[in-house]
């Protein structure tokens, strides 16, 4: 009985691999999705989101695994690994705020996004990721919270440039969305987790 406990034991994961076994399964999608969007004949970025477009719909959530070539996957799976990654490590609610995110953001561009254009890509749920990550530091109070966020700021402040408007062939409003979105989940995760410790 004993040895079987051991073998149990040992076949244990650490619990900050399991913690972002989801993130690198959704890039995983991501990566798949843009090697089948490379054959002849495939264009998988037609069910991105179409603004106010009731096919377009399914965009909000299909658009996050999909990307206009590889450069621009690439440009996206770094951040999404180490952004999503803190979130699964620090806060322990990645799947809350990246369906948050991902809803919340995706039925505003798709509401307020100009007519006949497709927005496709993973930088929404980035962009709320950062957000998420530095709201929840400056609400959570906690040291590796702040810190956290802090860092996020360091490193990724530069990206705010990304929710102006005028940049072609940019979704500024995936991009502004997604942040206000994760801002959102921030303040809600926070209610209910504090709910939940009374």
Do not use: C, K
Request: aromatic content about 10%.
């Amino acid at each position: 009985m004993s040895s079987s406990g051991e073998v149990t034991r040992r076949r244990e994961l650490p619990p900050a691999v399991v913690a972002t076994v989801p993130v690198f399964v959704l890039a995983l999608i991501m990566w798949a999705g843009e090697i089948v969007d490379a054959f002849p004949g495939v264009d998988l970025d037609q069910y991105g989101i179409r603004p106010r477009n009731g096919e377009g719909l399914f965009g909000i959530a299909a658009a996050p695994f999909l990307h206009g070539g590889f450069d621009h996957l690439i440009a996206n799976t770094g951040a999404f690994l180490v952004l999503g990654g803190l979130i699964a490590l620090t806060t322990r609610r990645f799947w809350p705020v990246t369906i948050g995110v991902g809803l919340v953001g995706g039925f505003a561009t798709w509401l307020v996004a100009a007519p006949n254009t497709v927005h496709i890509g993973a930088s929404g749920l980035v962009y709320g990721y950062a957000a998420f990550l530095v709201a929840w530091g400056l609400l959570s109070g906690r040291v590796l919270s702040i810190i956290v966020s802090v860092v996020v700021v360091l490193m990724y402040g530069g990206i705010v440039v990304g929710v102006l408007p005028g940049q072609p062939g940019i979704s500024w409003q995936g991009h502004l969305f997604g942040a206000l979105a994760g801002v959102l989940m921030a303040f809600v995760l926070r209610g209910s987790g504090s709910r939940t410790r009374t």
